[in-house]
């Protein structure tokens, strides 16, 4: 999404928060090494191509990052005008005794811990951006501008993900919210249900399970959504 966007002549801030842990021996090694790399590459591939970018590393379970990560990118790139809600706290937990999901994946019990981590990023940290993103636009009186969530859950609920699937609803409907709120000050807010994604934690095992489940249709590159976000975020 960084690349697309900063393809399309955007000058961009990205943040990303290094993650490691036990590895999975159901997940491919390289998705738990990319996991727990900095944005240095992203941002000297942009920069490589001619265009503009910093990275910070930021938590944004820590609501008090929220303004400063706003303040650097005005700072060092401009105003801003597009915001990516794109991060994610995930953690698996369900209502249900079971200890493995149905990819062999290690299940834990919802708790007061599983439900702070999913929702405080994937909820609270996306609808404080935006809040702080309509804040300093209405103040410099501007009338452009872009907030576009990525979402993974529908109203049927999400089973084995629960605390994740109840998180991204709340941001889907925070981004509703907005895209009416905000609209008469030149914001649109859009919602993102891309399919199953491969940014590195598909199996084979996976593929077979979107191949025959009525509910999916393919497996997605990483460069087929940000085509989509780089299309919400333009005049277009």
Known sequence: MARALAARGSAVELTYLRLTGEPDPLIPSEYGTARAATADAVVEAITAA??????????LGDATVVA??????EAEL?????????ASGWR?????????DRFGRALAPLTPASIDANLGVDARAAALLIAELARRHIARGANWG???????????????????????AAQSHYTMTAAAELA??????????????????????????????????????PDEVAEVVAWLCSDA
Do not use: C
């Not at 001619?50 to 938590?59: L, N, Q, S, T, W």
């Not at 400063?68 to 990118?73: I, T």
């Open 78 to 86: 401009g105003p801003v005008d597009i915001l990516v809600n794109n």
């Open 146 to 168: 872009r907030i576009v969530g990525m979402t993974s859950s529908g109203p049927e609920g999400f089973p084995e993900e629960a605390s994740y699937g109840a998180a991204k």
């Open 68 to 73: 400063r990560l706003f303040d650097r990118a």
């Open 92 to 100: 698996q937990d369900t209502f249900a005794p079971r200890e493995a």
């Open 50 to 59: 001619g265009g503009r970018a910093i990275a910070v590393e930021a938590d």
């Open 184 to 221: 008469p000050h030149g914001i649109t807010a859009n919602i993102v249900h891309p399919p199953v994604t491969d940014t590195g934690w598909i199996t084979d095992e996976v593929r077979e399970f979107v191949a025959r489940d009525r509910d999916h249709t393919h497996v997605a590159s």
